[in-house]
C-alpha cells in the first residue's frame, strides 16, 4: 500500500521522539492503545504552569508507519499551543494533513486519544478535575 | 552490483526460470492446437507436449502421470479435493479433519463444506506448529472420510509429519488429502512414501507460470476419485473440465523438471543463506523464530522482532526489500496471522513478526543487504517504541492495563 509523502517524511524523520520526566508535576503523559493491537502511543506534554503554554512535546510509538506520524505530528502541532488550544486538535486534521486512507484513520484516532490523555495527566496531576471525552468512535 | 529490490517474498511467488519461458514461447504461437482437438496436427502436438509435461510433474512426486490433473493453481486443486471427496464419498460419512493453520483455501473451503452440511474438526497445533498425532488419532471417527493436512505452512514452513498422518487416516479407512503447495519442488515429497491419497500445488511457487496447477489423485490402493467441481467437456478424465492451458502445463512440467534435477544443490545452497540470515538477525535482542526450525523448509524463516510492529518494520525497507508481515495493520480486522496465534504466541508477537522465503536466485550479497537493513531498522524503531523502553525499564508489560480498543 502506498503512504503519502508525508507520511514517509514523519516516519523516516520523526520529531520529537523520546521522553519526558514524568514525575514532573508539569508533564502530562498519556499512553494509549495496545500491543495486541499493534498499536501503543505514549505522548508526553511540558507545560508552563505560568502561561498554561506547552513548551514541549514527545513521543514513542510501537505500530505502523501511520501510527509513528500521526504521533510525530501530534507533538509538532502541541508546541506552542496552549493546553486549551490542544484540546481541539481533531483525529480528522490529522487524517487531512497526512493524507491517511480509510483504514489507516484509527492511527489518527488514536493519536487524538493520546493527546486528551495526556492532558488529563497533566490535569490529574495539578488538582484539576479530569475531563470527559467521548468514547473513540473506530476500532 | 547489487540490484534492488530485494526479492525474499518466494513463498507467495516465485519469478520464473527463464528456462521454463523457453519451453513455453513455442506453445503460445506455433504450437497453439488444442489438446483435446484429436484429429488434426495442431490437436496432436499440444496433446503431446501436455503428455510430456504431465509425465515431469509426476515424475517429481513420484507418481504415475495419470493421477495428475491439471487445474487452474493450488486454490483450485485444494477446492476439488475437499469438496470432490466431501460429494464423492457422502455415503460413507461427511466428517473432515483438518488443522487450523491451514491455507485459506482448505479452510474456507471447509467452511463450504459446513454449511452444506459436512462435519468439520479443525486441529490445534503445538508450539512448533505441528499437529498433535494424538489429538488426530483421537478426532477420528467412524464417520471420517478425509484428512487434509498441509504439507509444509505457508508461513513458517514446518513441515508436518505427513507419513504418520497419512498412517492414521489409512488405519481408519480415510483418505489423506495434503496441500503441498509450499512443499513440491523443495523438498522431496513422494506419493508412495508419504502415503498420499491427493496431493495440491501449484507451478508459480516452483519458478513456473502462474495459472497452472495440479491436484494428484491417487490411482491404486486406493483407488481415489472426486466429483468434478467444474462440469463441462469431460477433460482430465472427467474430473476438471476446460481447456487445458498448454503453455502453463508445458511450463508447469519444466518448472518440475528443473526442481527435480536441481533440488539438492538448491537446497544446500539455499538453507546455507537462510541460515546466516537467520543466525545473524537473532543477534538481535528479543528476537524469535516462530515455528519449529526441525522440522522446516530449507527456504523460509519466521521471526518476530519484539516491540516492533510488523508493517511499521517493513516501511523502513519495503521500497528494496520484499519480504512479508504477519501483521495485518492493513486489514480493516487488524487481525495479526492466524497462523501465528494458532502456535500461542501473543498478537503483540504475531504483529512484529517478518516472514523471509528465500529461493533460487537468492544471493549472498543480497542476504548481506537484507541483514543490514533489518537489523539498523529495527534498532532504529525500537529506539521510538515505548515498549521496548518499558521493557528496558522492567516494567511487566502483561500487568499494564492497556486502554481497551
Given at each position: 500500500?502506498?503512504?503519502?509523502?508525508k507520511v514517509i517524511d514523519h516516519y523516516q524523520h520523526p520529531k520529537n521522539v523520546g521522553t519526558l520526566d514524568k514525575s514532573k508535576k508539569n508533564v502530562g503523559t498519556g499512553l494509549v492503545g495496545a500491543p495486541?493491537?499493534?498499536d501503543v502511543m505514549r505522548l508526553q506534554i511540558e507545560v508552563d504552569d505560568a502561561s498554561g503554554m506547552i513548551t514541549d512535546a514527545k513521543f514513542k510509538t510501537f505500530g505502523c508507519g501511520s501510527a509513528i506520524a500521526s504521533s510525530s505530528l501530534a507533538t509538532e502541532w502541541l508546541k506552542g499551543k496552549t493546553v486549551d488550544q490542544a484540546l481541539t486538535i481533531d483525529n480528522?486534521d490529522i487524517?487531512?494533513e497526512l493524507?491517511?486512507?480509510?483504514?489507516?484513520?484509527?492511527c489518527s484516532v488514536l493519536a487524538e486519544d493520546a493527546i486528551k490523555s495526556a492532558i488529563n495527566d497533566y490535569r490529574e496531576k495539578n488538582?484539576?478535575?479530569k475531563l470527559?471525552?467521548?468514547?473513540?468512535?473506530?476500532? | 552490483?547489487?540490484?534492488?529490490?530485494?526479492?525474499?517474498?518466494?513463498?507467495?511467488?516465485?519469478?520464473?526460470?527463464?528456462?521454463?519461458?523457453?519451453?513455453?514461447?513455442?506453445?503460445?504461437?506455433?504450437?497453439?492446437?488444442?489438446?483435446?482437438?484429436?484429429?488434426?496436427?495442431?490437436?496432436?502436438?499440444?496433446?503431446?507436449?501436455?503428455?510430456?509435461?504431465?509425465?515431469?510433474?509426476?515424475?517429481?512426486?513420484?507418481?504415475?502421470?495419470?493421477?495428475?490433473?491439471?487445474?487452474?493453481?493450488?486454490?483450485?486443486?485444494?477446492?476439488?479435493?475437499?469438496?470432490?471427496?466431501?460429494?464423492?464419498?457422502?455415503?460413507?460419512?461427511?466428517?473432515?479433519?483438518?488443522?487450523?493453520?491451514?491455507?485459506?483455501?482448505?479452510?474456507?473451503?471447509?467452511?463450504?463444506?459446513?454449511?452444506?452440511?459436512?462435519?468439520?474438526?479443525?486441529?490445534?497445533?503445538?508450539?512448533?506448529?505441528?499437529?498433535?498425532?494424538?489429538?488426530?488419532?483421537?478426532?477420528?471417527?467412524?464417520?471420517?472420510?478425509?484428512?487434509?493436512?498441509?504439507?509444509?505452512?505457508?508461513?513458517?514452513?514446518?513441515?508436518?509429519?505427513?507419513?504418520?498422518?497419512?498412517?492414521?487416516?489409512?488405519?481408519?479407512?480415510?483418505?489423506?488429502?495434503?496441500?503441498?503447495?509450499?512443499?513440491?519442488?523443495?523438498?522431496?515429497?513422494?506419493?508412495?512414501?508419504?502415503?498420499?491419497?491427493?496431493?495440491?500445488?501449484?507451478?508459480?511457487?516452483?519458478?513456473?507460470?502462474?495459472?497452472?496447477?495440479?491436484?494428484?489423485?491417487?490411482?491404486?490402493?486406493?483407488?481415489?476419485?472426486?466429483?468434478?467441481?467444474?462440469?463441462?467437456?469431460?477433460?482430465?478424465?472427467?474430473?476438471?473440465?476446460?481447456?487445458?492451458?498448454?503453455?502453463?502445463?508445458?511450463?508447469?512440467?519444466?518448472?518440475?523438471?528443473?526442481?527435480?534435477?536441481?533440488?539438492?544443490?538448491?537446497?544446500?545452497?539455499?538453507?546455507?543463506?537462510?541460515?546466516?540470515?537467520?543466525?545473524?538477525?537473532?543477534?538481535?535482542?528479543?528476537?524469535?523464530?516462530?515455528?519449529?526450525?526441525?522440522?522446516?523448509?530449507?527456504?523460509?524463516?519466521?521471526?518476530?522482532?519484539?516491540y516492533v510492529e510488523?508493517?511499521g518494520?517493513?516501511m523502513g525497507?519495503?521500497?528494496?526489500?520484499?519480504?512479508?508481515?504477519?501483521?495485518?495493520?492493513?486489514?480493516?480486522?487488524?487481525?495479526?496471522?492466524?497462523?501465528?496465534?494458532?502456535?500461542?504466541?501473543?498478537?503483540?508477537?504475531?504483529?512484529?513478526?517478518?516472514?523471509?522465503?528465500?529461493?533460487?536466485?537468492?544471493?549472498?550479497?543480497?542476504?548481506?543487504?537484507?541483514?543490514?537493513?533489518?537489523?539498523?531498522t529495527v534498532l532504529r524503531l525500537r529506539e521510538m517504541s515505548p515498549l521496548w523502553e518499558m521493557w528496558k525499564d522492567g516494567v511487566?508489560l502483561?500487568?499494564v492495563?492497556w486502554a481497551?480498543?
Amino acid at each position: 500500500m502506498a503512504y503519502s509523502d508525508k507520511v514517509i517524511d514523519h516516519y523516516q524523520h520523526p520529531k520529537n521522539v523520546g521522553t519526558l520526566d514524568k514525575s514532573k508535576k508539569n508533564v502530562g503523559t498519556g499512553l494509549v492503545g495496545a500491543p495486541e493491537c499493534g498499536d501503543v502511543m505514549r505522548l508526553q506534554i511540558e507545560v508552563d504552569d505560568a502561561s498554561g503554554m506547552i513548551t514541549d512535546a514527545k513521543f514513542k510509538t510501537f505500530g505502523c508507519g501511520s501510527a509513528i506520524a500521526s504521533s510525530s505530528l501530534a507533538t509538532e502541532w502541541l508546541k506552542g499551543k496552549t493546553v486549551d488550544q490542544a484540546l481541539t486538535i481533531d483525529n480528522m486534521d490529522i487524517v487531512e494533513e497526512l493524507s491517511l486512507p480509510p483504514v489507516k484513520i484509527h492511527c489518527s484516532v488514536l493519536a487524538e486519544d493520546a493527546i486528551k490523555s495526556a492532558i488529563n495527566d497533566y490535569r490529574e496531576k495539578n488538582g484539576l478535575e479530569k475531563l470527559a471525552f467521548e468514547e473513540s468512535v473506530v476500532h | 552490483m547489487l540490484k534492488l529490490p530485494v526479492y525474499l517474498d518466494n513463498n507467495a511467488t516465485t519469478p520464473m526460470d527463464t528456462r521454463v519461458l523457453e519451453a513455453m514461447m513455442p506453445y503460445f504461437t506455433e504450437h497453439f492446437g488444442n489438446a483435446a482437438s484429436r484429429n488434426h496436427p495442431f490437436g496432436w502436438q499440444a496433446e503431446e507436449a501436455v503428455d510430456y509435461a504431465r509425465e515431469q510433474v509426476a515424475r517429481l512426486i513420484g507418481a504415475d502421470p495419470k493421477e495428475i490433473i491439471f487445474t487452474s493453481g493450488a486454490t483450485e486443486a485444494d477446492n476439488l479435493a475437499l469438496k470432490g471427496v466431501y460429494e464423492m464419498y457422502a455415503s460413507r460419512g461427511n466428517h473432515i479433519i483438518t488443522a487450523n493453520t491451514e491455507h485459506k483455501a482448505v479452510l474456507d473451503t471447509c467452511k463450504h463444506i459446513e454449511k452444506l452440511g459436512g462435519e468439520v474438526t479443525y486441529l490445534d497445533v503445538k508450539e512448533n506448529g505441528l499437529i498433535d498425532l494424538k489429538e488426530l488419532e483421537a478426532a477420528m471417527k467412524p464417520t471420517t472420510i478425509l484428512v487434509a493436512i498441509m504439507y509444509a505452512n505457508n508461513e513458517i514452513g514446518v513441515i508436518q509429519p505427513v507419513k504418520e498422518i497419512s498412517a492414521i487416516a489409512k488405519k481408519h479407512g480415510a483418505l489423506f488429502f495434503t496441500d503441498a503447495t509450499q512443499a513440491v519442488g523443495k523438498v522431496p515429497v513422494d506419493v508412495q512414501k508419504d502415503g498420499i491419497d491427493l496431493a495440491a500445488f501449484t507451478a508459480h511457487k516452483m519458478y513456473g507460470p502462474k495459472g497452472v496447477g495440479a491436484l494428484y489423485v491417487r490411482r491404486k490402493n486406493p483407488r481415489v476419485k472426486v466429483t468434478a467441481q467444474i462440469d463441462g467437456g469431460g477433460h482430465e478424465r472427467a474430473m476438471r473440465s476446460g481447456t487445458l492451458n498448454v503453455p502453463g502445463i508445458v511450463g508447469f512440467g519444466k518448472a518440475c523438471e528443473l526442481c527435480q534435477l536441481e533440488m539438492t544443490e538448491e537446497t544446500e545452497r539455499i538453507s546455507t543463506l537462510r541460515d546466516k540470515l537467520e543466525t545473524d538477525l537473532l543477534q538481535l535482542e528479543e528476537a524469535y523464530v516462530n515455528g519449529s526450525t526441525e522440522h522446516r523448509l530449507p527456504h523460509v524463516s519466521n521471526i518476530s522482532f519484539k516491540y516492533v510492529e510488523g508493517e511499521g518494520l517493513l516501511m523502513g525497507f519495503n521500497k528494496n526489500i520484499a519480504v512479508s508481515s504477519g501483521s495485518a495493520c492493513t486489514s480493516a480486522s487488524l487481525e495479526p496471522s492466524y497462523v501465528l496465534k494458532a502456535l500461542g504466541l501473543g498478537d503483540d508477537l504475531a504483529h512484529s513478526s517478518l516472514r523471509f522465503g528465500l529461493g533460487r536466485f537468492t544471493t549472498e550479497e543480497q542476504i548481506d543487504y537484507v541483514i543490514e537493513h533489518v537489523r539498523s531498522t529495527v534498532l532504529r524503531l525500537r529506539e521510538m517504541s515505548p515498549l521496548w523502553e518499558m521493557w528496558k525499564d522492567g516494567v511487566d508489560l502483561e500487568s499494564v492495563e492497556w486502554a481497551a480498543h
